[in-house]
């Protein structure tokens, strides 16, 4: 199936836990994103890459890690969450010459506790 | 620091009505804005708009852009119940690939 796939679609966990969110494309877009969701907030910027092996910060970085080693794969890990970081996560790439045209994926709905 | 506001927060209208929808924004070193819709989970593209006075239609939906005043509308005519969504306005930095998103406006259209 094309498009990108984000693992997993609902968690619960609680405060102080490691967690790692996944995120694989298909359609071999250079730049890929993680963007937060919260209500009246509309969407944040947490990490982005522009291409496999560099990574760089977004709006909100804090708390949040992410590494880009190959083409497809994007994994958001959070070392040990907080309360605030309870949100619907999404993932998304873009192709380099429609940069703005972001392909999401599904969100992954985490609540801490 | 970057801002891309959006209005109304959210509305509610009858299905054959036309709805405007509504993006300021003040962003350093300007390249392109955005519109998505959202319906259930991921937000999809609906408009890239880089030049100001160009109208970009698409069936029923149309946008501009004012760059010298900074804003986007995005026009929905004859609404019908499937353009219930949140449209989300973002803009394009012309440095890298990074976008600012505007909260977004929910739309609700009743049959």
């Known amino acids: 199936i094309a498009g990108i796939t984000q693992a997993p679609t609902s968690q619960i966990l609680a405060a102080g836990r490691r967690m790692t969110l996944r995120c694989t494309q298909d359609?071999?877009?250079?730049?890929m994103y993680w963007y937060r969701q919260d209500l009246g907030l509309g969407l944040r910027l947490i990490h982005y890459?522009?291409?496999?092996?560099?990574?760089g910060k977004g709006e909100v970085p804090d708390g949040y890690s992410v590494s880009r080693a190959n083409t497809d794969d994007f994994p958001l890990t959070l070392a040990s969450a907080v309360p605030s970081q309870t949100s619907v996560y999404f993932c998304?790439?873009?192709?380099?010459?429609?940069?703005?045209?972001?392909?999401f994926g599904e969100g992954s709905r985490l609540t801490v506790l | 620091e970057d801002k891309v506001v959006q209005s109304p927060l959210s509305l509610v209208v009858h299905e054959g009505d036309t709805v405007t929808l509504n993006c300021s924004y003040e962003?350093?070193?300007?390249?392109?804005l955005l519109w998505y819709k959202q319906e259930k989970k991921a937000p999809t593209f609906l408009f890239m708009l880089t030049s100001s006075g160009i109208e970009k239609k698409s069936g029923r939906l149309s946008s501009i852009l004012d760059k010298k005043e900074l804003f986007s509308i995005l026009n929905i005519t004859a609404t019908q119940t499937g353009d219930s969504a949140i449209y989300l306005c973002?803009?394009?930095?012309?440095?890298?690939?990074?976008?600012?998103f505007g909260g977004g406006t929910r739309v609700l259209v009743k049959p």
């Open positions: 359609m071999r877009h250079n730049a």
């Open positions: 890459s522009n291409t496999a092996g560099t990574t």
């Open positions: 973002a803009v394009r930095h012309a440095a890298g690939n990074k976008l600012t």
């Open positions: 962003v350093t070193n300007f390249r392109s």
């Open positions: 998304a790439s873009s192709d380099s010459d429609r940069a703005g045209e972001l392909f």
